[in-house]
């Protein structure tokens, strides 16, 4: 494989099949079964897709065989983007997809609002978006802008017909994931970091496994981040 690819299909795959090593691991193992998931509930084959801010494409291996066109838009340039642009003013005609997929950007838009309107408006009808926003999560990069609720959710994509809204996790998971995050966050040196994730980070991942499957609560107060399916 080129190696221009190679370090970003990495990154992509780490985020599809995380490593019980990694702080996030919870949210994003739950995240993948979702699309997983619904991605199979969308019909017909030949989709037409949108990745916005689609820098490392995790979730594009879900649909690899029923692809007509993979489009990747984002602000930043790496080999895997075909269109450098804003999901703000996304550069393509009205009614062109059938799919927008849309993880871990909507934290990023100074105007939100203005990108669900972007996504709307280039969507077929009847074609869907799927989006993952950080629900109770720490900041992770400093030019993050916002977190997300169910309500908000609801408001900002209420022109869209059909809307599930599902935790990655509930709120159990929510308080593992939070302070194993948090634990990293405060290991200012990569070595310390590398310690934690290979010691205390699987203990906390596998408890936080160990409580979702126990299944003792369905409370999303404190979920770390929410999957979204909406439909035009
Ligand atoms: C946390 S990464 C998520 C990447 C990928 N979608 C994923 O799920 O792993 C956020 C991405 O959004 C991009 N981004 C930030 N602001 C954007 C904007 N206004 N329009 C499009 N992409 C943007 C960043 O460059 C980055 O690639």
């Known amino acids: 494989m080129d190696d221009k690819y190679?370090?970003?299909?990495?990154?992509?795959?780490?985020?599809?099949?995380?490593?019980?090593?990694?702080?996030?691991?919870?949210?994003?193992?739950?995240?993948?079964?979702?699309?997983?998931?619904?991605?199979?509930?969308?019909?017909?084959?030949?989709?037409?897709?949108?990745?916005?801010?689609?820098?490392?494409?995790?979730?594009?291996?879900?649909?690899?065989?029923?692809?007509?066109?993979?489009?990747?838009?984002?602000?930043?340039?790496?080999?895997?983007?075909?269109?450098?642009?804003?999901?703000?003013?996304?550069?393509?005609?009205?009614?062109?997809?059938?799919?927008?997929?849309?993880?871990?950007?909507?934290?990023?838009?100074?105007?939100?609002?203005?990108?669900?309107?972007?996504?709307?408006?280039?969507?077929?009808?009847?074609?869907?978006l799927l989006l993952s926003v950080a629900g109770v999560c720490p900041r992770m990069n400093d030019n993050e802008q916002w977190r997300y609720l169910p309500l908000g959710l609801k408001s900002l994509l209420a022109s869209f017909s059909k809307i599930e809204i599902v935790p990655e996790g509930t709120s159990l998971g929510g308080i593992v994931r939070l302070n194993a995050v948090a634990l990293s966050c405060f290991a200012k040196y990569r070595i310390i970091r590398q310690i934690l994730h290979h010691t205390i980070v699987p203990i906390m991942n596998l408890l936080g496994l160990g409580l979702e499957g126990a299944a003792l609560s369905t409370n999303d107060q404190i979920a770390g981040n929410y999957s979204v399916l909406a439909q035009k």
């Open 6 to 128: 190679a370090q970003w299909l990495k990154v992509a795959d780490a985020r599809l099949h995380p490593s019980i090593t990694n702080p996030n691991y919870l949210v994003l193992r739950r995240r993948r079964l979702i699309l997983d998931e619904w991605i199979t509930g969308i019909p017909g084959d030949g989709l037409r897709v949108l990745d916005v801010g689609g820098r490392y494409q995790p979730y594009r291996p879900l649909l690899q065989r029923r692809l007509r066109s993979y489009v990747a838009l984002d602000v930043s340039a790496t080999p895997l983007v075909d269109v450098l642009g804003s999901g703000e003013q996304i550069p393509f005609k009205a009614c062109t997809f059938d799919l927008v997929l849309a993880t871990g950007v909507f934290e990023f838009f100074p105007q939100p609002r203005v990108a669900a309107a972007e996504v709307h408006r280039v969507l077929k009808p009847g074609g869907h």
